[in-house]
C-alpha cells in the first residue's frame, strides 16, 4: 500500500511471562470487594479494577498476572490479554518510577505542550516512550486529559501538574527527584486563591 | 445573556464538595421530593422540560428513558463520566467541586427508571476526581440517600464507581457498557438500542454527568422554570467549556440564548492580544469549524446545527492566526488514530492513512493528489461505521479542506508549513 496503512496498535507485543504473580492478601481483599459489585454472574466486570491492582503491586502487568486475574474472574487468560492490549493506562513493560505524560491534543498543543515534551526530553536524555537511565521517569505523550483551561496538562502517575511551561517543568522534574512522591500535586481545585489565575467559571 | 449559575454557583467555595455544605444550600431536597412521586411522572417532568443529553448528541433525555423497557427487571442506569472530547472539561469540575449533584441525580434517575443499581464510569485519568466521588457516595450512604430504603421509602439504589482505563472510545454508550462488563471498550451495533437491551442485556439508561445533574433542578423547580431558560427546545442551564488561545479559559455557565461572540469575547476574553481570531469549533474535536463571521449565532443546539456544525459536549476551542489548519487537522488525526478501537475497518485503516497523508503534507512532501485523496478517503470513512466516531474523525479533514484548502495548497507549492507558530518554532528545522 502507497502510504503503509497498517493499524499501528498491532505492533504492541507483551511482556515475558515475568516472575510468578500472586496478589497480595491485601489486595485479594480488596479485589473480593469490588467483585460484589457486579451481579454474580458476572466477575468479568472486575477485570479493569483487577488489572489496576496488578499494576499496583508490580509495576506493570505481567503475562503470570494476567493468568492470575482470568483465574479468579473465571475468564481465559486471552479475555484478559484482550483487555490489557487494549486500554492505554496498562504498562506491559516496566516503566520508570514516575510515569510523566503529557498532553499533546489541540488544546495543549495551541498552548505549547510541544516545547514541554522538548524541554522534557532535553533534560532527560529521552524520547517519549523511554525511562531515563536512573529508571526515574518515563515519558510518554498522551491524548486529551480533560482540562483543557489549564493546558499543557501534565500527568504524573496520577497526580496532575497543569500549566506547565518549558520553563517550570524542570523545576517539576528536579522537585520529583529530590521529594519524591511527596512532590506530586493534586489537581488544581477551582477554589479562589489555589488556581492559576484567570481560570474556571462565572464570576 | 447571562444568568445565575444554578450548576456551579457553589464550585469555587472551599467546601462546596462535602455533605453539608450541599445540605445547606438545599441538597437532596429534589429526591426527597422525587421519592413522594410516581416515577412515571418524573419522566414526564423531563420530557416537558425539554432537557437534551449533554454527552454530545443532543438526545431528549425523557425519551430516552421512556424507551427504557419497563417490563425487563433488573434495569440499570450507566452515568457517562468517560469525558475524553478533546476540548471538554465540565464533568470534571462538576464531579470535582459539585459531586452530590451528580449522586442526587443519579438517585432520582434510577427511580424514574426503575433501577436499583447505577455506575459511574469514570475515565482512568479522573483519580483525584473519583476520589472526592467515592468520598461523596459515601457520605451519601452514611446519612441514607443511598443504599437500602432511602429515606423510609422502601426505594434501594446503590451507587458504585467503574474506573475506566484510557480509551476514548468508552465514551460511546454501547461501548461503555461493553467496557463495564470486562471488553474492550468498541461499539455494538444497533438497534437494539441500551434502552432495550444494555448493560448485561438488560435495560439501560446511560446518561452524560451533565444532564444527570440537571434533572434535581427539574424536579425541584419544575419543569416550566427549566425550559423557560433557554430557547426553546434548548431549555435550561449550559455548561460551556472555552479553551484555545484565549485570555480566560474555564468553564461558563449560561443560557442558550447566550451567541458564541459573548462566550469567546466576553466571557472567556476574547483571543491575545495582538492576534486575531481564525476560527472556531464550537462543540469539541469531532464537529465542523465556525468562520469568524458566524460568531453571532446563538450557542444552542439547534442554532448551531443550522450554522452547519454541532453543539457537541459544548467544547469551544478558539483558534487565532498563529494556527496553521494543516498542523491541526494532523494534530486531531493523531488523537482520532490513537483513539480508533480497530473494529470497523474503514475507521481503523482510515484514521491511520489520512493521519499519515496530513503528516506528509505539514512536512512539505505534499502532491496535489494528496488533497484528493484525503476528500476520498473521508467520504469513504464517513457514515460508512458503527458508531459516530468515523463521522467524528473525519470532520476535522472534511471541515478544514472546506474552509482553509488555500493552506494545504501553500504547503505543497511551497513544499513546507507555511505558518509556523511561535508556540510551535523549534530551533531546528522539522525533520523527515
Known amino acids: 500500500m502507497a502510504y503503509d496503512a497498517t493499524f499501528h496498535k498491532?505492533?504492541?507485543?507483551?511482556?515475558?511471562?515475568?516472575?510468578?504473580?500472586?496478589?497480595?492478601?491485601?489486595n485479594r481483599a480488596r479485589l473480593d470487594e469490588i467483585i460484589k459489585r457486579y451481579p454474580e454472574d458476572r466477575r468479568r466486570s472486575a477485570v479493569l479494577p483487577a488489572l489496576y491492582l496488578v499494576q499496583a503491586q508490580q509495576g506493570y502487568v505481567t503475562v503470570n498476572g494476567m493468568s492470575h486475574v482470568a483465574d479468579l474472574l473465571g475468564i481465559t487468560r486471552a479475555d484478559v490479554e484482550d483487555v490489557v492490549s487494549y486500554y492505554s493506562m496498562f504498562f506491559t513493560h516496566p516503566v520508570g518510577k514516575f510515569v510523566v505524560s503529557v498532553c499533546r491534543t489541540l488544546s495543549c498543543a495551541v498552548n505549547g505542550a510541544e516545547r514541554v515534551t522538548e524541554a522534557i526530553c532535553d533534560r532527560l536524555g529521552i524520547t517519549p516512550g523511554q525511562t531515563d537511565a536512573s529508571g526515574t521517569f518515563t515519558l510518554l505523550e498522551v491524548e486529551c486529559l480533560g482540562a483543557c483551561d489549564r493546558a499543557p496538562v501534565v500527568m504524573v502517575n496520577d497526580a496532575w501538574h497543569e500549566g506547565q511551561t518549558p520553563e517550570t517543568v524542570g523545576n517539576m522534574l528536579d522537585d520529583l527527584r529530590a521529594r519524591g512522591e511527596s512532590a506530586l500535586t493534586g489537581c488544581y481545585h477551582a477554589i479562589e486563591g489555589n488556581t492559576p489565575a484567570a481560570t474556571r467559571g462565572n464570576k | 445573556m447571562t444568568v445565575d449559575p444554578v450548576l456551579i454557583n457553589h464550585v469555587r467555595e472551599p467546601n462546596a464538595f462535602t455533605l453539608d455544605f450541599y445540605l445547606a444550600h438545599g441538597g437532596y431536597e429534589a429526591l426527597k421530593k422525587a421519592l413522594t412521586l410516581a416515577p412515571d411522572s418524573i419522566i414526564d417532568r423531563v420530557k416537558a422540560s425539554g432537557l437534551r443529553g449533554r454527552g454530545g448528541a443532543g438526545f431528549p433525555t425523557g425519551m430516552k428513558w421512556q424507551f427504557v423497557d419497563k417490563k425487563i427487571a433488573p434495569r440499570y442506569l450507566a452515568c457517562n463520566a468517560d469525558e475524553s472530547e478533546p476540548g471538554t472539561f465540565k464533568d470534571h469540575l462538576?464531579?470535582?467541586r459539585n459531586p452530590h449533584l451528580l449522586i442526587e441525580g443519579c438517585a432520582i434517575s434510577c427511580y424514574a427508571i426503575g433501577a436499583k443499581v447505577a455506575y459511574i464510569y469514570i475515565r482512568g485519568e479522573f483519580l483525584h476526581v473519583q476520589r472526592v466521588l467515592e468520598q461523596a457516595i459515601a457520605e451519601a450512604?452514611?446519612?441514607?440517600?443511598?443504599?437500602?430504603?432511602?429515606l423510609g421509602s422502601g426505594f434501594d439504589c446503590e451507587v458504585y464507581i467503574h474506573r475506566g482505563a484510557g480509551a476514548y472510545e468508552a465514551g460511546e454508550e454501547t461501548a461503555l457498557l461493553e467496557s463495564l462488563e470486562g471488553k474492550r471498550a468498541q461499539p455494538r451495533n444497533k438497534p437494539p438500542f441500551p434502552a432495550v437491551v444494555g448493560l448485561y442485556g438488560k435495560p439501560t439508561a446511560v446518561n452524560n454527568v451533565e444532564t444527570l445533574c440537571n434533572i434535581p433542578l427539574i424536579v425541584s423547580r419544575g419543569a416550566d422554570w427549566y425550559a423557560a431558560l433557554g430557547p426553546e427546545k434548548n431549555g435550561g442551564p449550559k455548561l460551556y467549556c472555552v479553551s484555545g488561545h484565549v485570555n480566560r479559559p474555564g468553564v461558563y455557565e449560561a443560557s442558550?440564548?447566550?451567541?458564541?461572540?459573548e462566550l469567546v469575547?466576553?466571557?472567556?476574553g476574547g483571543v491575545r492580544k495582538g492576534r486575531t481570531l481564525k476560527a472556531?469549533?464550537?462543540?469539541?474535536?469531532?464537529?465542523p469549524i465556525l468562520m469568524p463571521d458566524q460568531l453571532d449565532v446563538q450557542a444552542s443546539f439547534d442554532a448551531i446545527q443550522k450554522a452547519g456544525s454541532l453543539l457537541g459536549s459544548a467544547a469551544i476551542v478558539v483558534l487565532d492566526d498563529t494556527t496553521c489548519m494543516v498542523w491541526l487537522a494532523e494534530n486531531l488525526l493523531h488523537f482520532y488514530r490513537h483513539e480508533s478501537c480497530g473494529k470497523c475497518t474503514p475507521c481503523r485503516e482510515g484514521t491511520d492513512w489520512l493521519y499519515k497523508i496530513l503528516r506528509k503534507i505539514e512536512r512539505g512532501e505534499g502532491t496535489p493528489r494528496d488533497l484528493d485523496l484525503l476528500s476520498?478517503?473521508?467520504?469513504?470513512?464517513?457514515?460508512?461505521?458503527l458508531c459516530a466516531f468515523g463521522d467524528a474523525a473525519v470532520t476535522p479533514v472534511v471541515t478544514t479542506l472546506t474552509h482553509f484548502r488555500h493552506e494545504y495548497e501553500a504547503h505543497i507549492l511551497e513544499r513546507r508549513c507555511t505558518l509556523v507558530a511561535d508556540w510551535r518554532a523549534r530551533q531546528q528545522p522539522v525533520g523527515v
Do not use: D, H, Q
Not at chain 1, 515475568?18 to 496478589?23: H, K, L, Q, R, S
Not at chain 2, 469575547?265 to 472567556?268: K, T, V
Not at chain 2, 476520498?376 to 461505521?385: D, E, V
Open chain 2, 265 to 268: 469575547e466576553g466571557y472567556a
Open chain 1, 10 to 26: 498491532s505492533a504492541r507485543r507483551l511482556e515475558k511471562a515475568g516472575p510468578p504473580f500472586a496478589f497480595t492478601a491485601e
Open chain 2, 141 to 150: 450512604y452514611a446519612r441514607g440517600f443511598l443504599g437500602a430504603n432511602i
Open chain 2, 376 to 385: 476520498s478517503i473521508s467520504a469513504n470513512i464517513g457514515g460508512k461505521t
Open chain 2, 280 to 287: 472556531v469549533i464550537p462543540g469539541g474535536s469531532s464537529v
Open chain 2, 256 to 261: 442558550m440564548k447566550v451567541t458564541l461572540r
Open chain 2, 94 to 96: 462538576l464531579m470535582e
